[in-house]
């Protein structure tokens, strides 16, 4: 379930609500600005980061909706006063969850949902279902690509199908900056999805798993396919590194979600990170 899904329930479920977002920052604080939490009279959706920032988030929301209390802005030095060491300062807004508030916002989490990368997986074999169940509450827009409708019984909510009989194809709908994981049940069609991303330059990461038998063949496969060495720099393979030898479906998929994460983060820092097809 995205994350605009999941406050739409709640706010749904639960009636007299606040949403509580961080309006500004200053210094280190365990939130950034944009960050929102939902209270009600007995539950929470969301969170600004825990710990005594947000229990007194919390309180000053209930207070809000049993009337005790009038602000709506509180500006918390996070320090020795309220029992935290980080140092900055947070301004919280707070909003009673009437229906013009609640579109507004859940408008602004909808629009900053569909700008998060785009990460396609290429098979729903056991790593394909792993990584999209692993990737499922990550900030990303996560779709399976698959020819078999067999495969993909259940996935998590969130996580898009896209069958297809020719998944090379679908490389060309990645939006830019996404990301190519490619992990099908034949090689030969993987080397054709890999040699596709590898066109592509605007893709912020193209990862194809497999052995140093398996990458040697298909580096011999992609010259002769006209790919440069520039091309073949792209590459990550194998997905997740070799720093952990455990092969297990979920082991893998957790390694190559934090790789995801790593270079997904260095892109929007402005650092172009490059695949290795050699390591």
């Known amino acids: 379930m995205d994350e605009t899904e999941k406050y739409r329930r709640f706010i749904a479920e639960h009636g007299r609500s606040v949403i509580v977002t961080v309006a500004a920052i200053k210094g280190s604080t365990p939130r950034e600005a944009g960050a929102a939490i939902v209270v009600s009279d007995d539950a929470t959706c969301g969170t600004i980061g825990g710990g005594q ?15 005790r209390v009038t602000e709506t802005r509180l500006d918390i030095a996070l320090g020795p006063e309220i029992g935290q060491c980080c140092g900055g300062r947070t301004e919280l807004a707070f909003e009673t969850a009437d229906r013009q508030t609640v579109q507004a916002f859940l408008a602004r989490l909808a629009a900053e949902s569909a700008r ?18 692993a990737l499922a509450p990550l ?7 698959e020819t078999r409708p067999e495969m993909v019984e259940a996935l998590p909510d969130g996580v898009e199908l896209r069958l297809s009989p020719m998944p090379e194809a679908e490389i060309a709908n990645i939006p830019a900056g996404g990301a190519a994981v ?3 049940h034949d090689h030969a069609l993987d080397f054709l999805i890999a040699t596709e991303a590898l066109k592509r330059d605007d ?3 193209r990862g194809m798993i497999g052995s140093k038998t398996k990458r040697a063949t ?3 496969y992609a010259r002769e396919q006209g790919l440069s060495e520039a091309a073949l720099s792209r590459l990550t393979m194998p997905i997740g590194g070799m720093a952990v030898s455990d ?4 082991v893998i998929a957790a390694l190559v979600a934090t790789e995801l994460i790593v270079v997904m983060s260095a892109a929007k820092a402005g650092i172009v990170p490059t695949g290795d097809a050699t390591r």
């Open 116 to 133: 998060e990368p785009h990460v396609f997986i290429f098979g729903g074999g056991h790593v394909g279902s792993a990584l999209a169940t």
């Open 218 to 220: 298909y580096r011999r």
């Open 182 to 184: 490619i992990l099908t």
């Open 53 to 67: 920032l947000e229990f007194l988030a919390i309180d000053h929301a209930r207070a809000l909706l049993g009337g």
């Open 139 to 145: 900030p990303f827009n996560t779709a399976i690509v």
């Open 247 to 250: 092969k297990r479906p979920a």
């Open 203 to 205: 893709l912020c990461y």
